[in-house]
Each structure stands twice: as structure tokens, then as C-alpha cells.
T-cell receptor, first 113, second 114 residues
């Protein structure tokens, strides 16, 4: 069955430090993978997506993610975090053949000065 | 930049009352989704439309929830009667079609049932 796991409920990083948010998925074929960001009380904004090609994908706001098929992972990274990056981040997986896109439970990012 | 419009932003209703949410997707987006997001969790799909047709409503509690997209443009999600457990954020999203596009989400409607 299709599933998404975000192992970290929350993460705290210092401003200027690097960030990596983990995402593991379960899907029988090549997945469509997404990262979204949600500020408090707002909808979700698409950061980046992967469905084929280069396994390192670049997104908006300086984020990137790497697809590793052998590890069933799609971790989100940013080299230097800004205070405005504090938000909740959701990994999502979708597929063809009628599989709906499902979301992980999210990772809340706190940024300390 | 084009946006998905949702209204109202906030709604407080008493249990057993009816409540409705409205969504206007990005112009030209054929696919429309309603998601429910309980506090502290990820969004869960309630219903998916392709134009005016329902593609997936397997997770929609049909005894109390209904959704329509009569002309294949804007959509309404209704709950009748509302229950305390329905308190959540209701998100609408639209897509050009095809998973490779990702979704554009609206700002959501925060429902509180008292």
C-alpha cells in the first residue's frame, strides 16, 4: 500500500545552519514525490516535485530534494536556513493508475536566532 | 499569480447545524480536490473532481458530507449535520491535470464545531 513517513515531528535549527527534513515512502512503482510548506493558518505551497530524470531537484526558496530509490527516500535540504523558513513541511507521494496523492503527517520547523 | 479562492476563512457552527464551504479554482484547472486537515496531521483527500465529475470520493463520509461542481468550475462542500469531530481545516486545491503539475492550494476554511 502507498504510504509516506516523516520521522521527525519537529526540528529546531539555528538561523544560518543547514537543514535536512526526512521523508520515506512506500510505493510499488516509480512515485511522483512532492514537498509542500504550510505557514500557520494558511494553505500548502508547492516547494518542489520529482517524477523522473535528475534525482536532485531544485525548488523555490532555495530548497532542494534528492530522490534515492534504494532508500525509498526523498529528503528535503537547504544549506542555510532563514527565520522565515519556520513553518510545517509536508512530503507527499502520488502515482499513476488511479493512486491518490497522500501526505505525510508533517515536520514542524522551528528556527532559533 | 493565480490563486485558489476559498470562503469563508473561518466558520464556527453548532453541532447538528449545516455548513457549506466554497472554492473557486485557478481558471482552466480541470481537477479540483477537497482535503480535510485535522490539527497536527497531514491533509487527507475527501473528494476529487475532474471537470464536473467525481473521480474519487472513497473517503467522503457520505451520510453527512456532500460535494458538487455543477459547471466544472467552482465547487461547494457541505456538511449536514455537523459533528464535533468535523472541526478541522478544509482545503481546496486545483491542478492543471496530471500528477507532474502538483497542486495549488487555497488558504482553507477553519471550521470549529461547538
Amino acid at each position: 500500500a502507498q504510504s509516506v513517513t516523516q520521522p521527525d515531528i519537529h526540528i529546531t535549527v539555528s538561523e544560518g545552519a543547514s537543514l535536512e527534513l526526512r521523508c520515506n515512502y512506500s510505493y510499488g512503482a516509480t512515485p511522483y514525490l512532492f514537498w509542500y510548506v504550510q505557514s500557520p493558518g494558511q494553505g500548502l505551497q508547492l516547494l518542489l516535485k520529482y517524477f523522473s530524470g535528475d534525482t536532485l531537484v531544485q525548488g523555490i526558496k532555495g530548497f532542494e530534494a534528492e530522490f534515492k530509490r534504494s532508500q525509498s527516500s526523498f529528503n528535503l535540504r537547504k544549506p542555510s536556513v532563514h527565520w522565515s523558513d519556520a513553518a510545517e513541511y509536508f512530503c507527499a507521494v502520488g502515482g499513476t493508475g488511479g493512486f491518490k496523492t497522500i501526505f505525510g503527517a508533517g515536520t514542524r520547523l522551528f528556527v532559533k536566532a | 499569480e493565480a490563486e485558489v479562492a476559498q470562503s469563508p476563512r473561518y466558520k464556527i457552527t453548532e453541532k447538528s447545524q449545516a455548513v457549506a464551504f466554497w472554492c473557486d479554482p485557478i481558471s482552466g484547472h480541470a481537477t479540483l480536490y477537497w482535503y480535510r486537515q485535522i490539527l497536527g496531521q497531514g491533509p487527507e483527500l475527501l473528494v476529487q473532481f475532474q471537470d464536473e465529475s467525481v473521480v474519487d470520493d472513497s473517503q467522503l463520509p457520505k451520510d453527512r458530507f456532500s460535494a458538487e461542481r455543477l459547471k466544472g468550475v467552482d465547487s461547494t462542500l457541505k456538511i449536514q449535520p455537523a459533528e464535533l469531530g468535523d472541526s478541522a481545516m478544509y482545503l481546496c486545491a486545483s491542478s492543471e491535470g496530471g500528477l507532474n503539475y502538483g497542486y495549488t492550494f487555497g488558504s482553507g476554511t477553519r471550521l470549529t464545531v461547538v
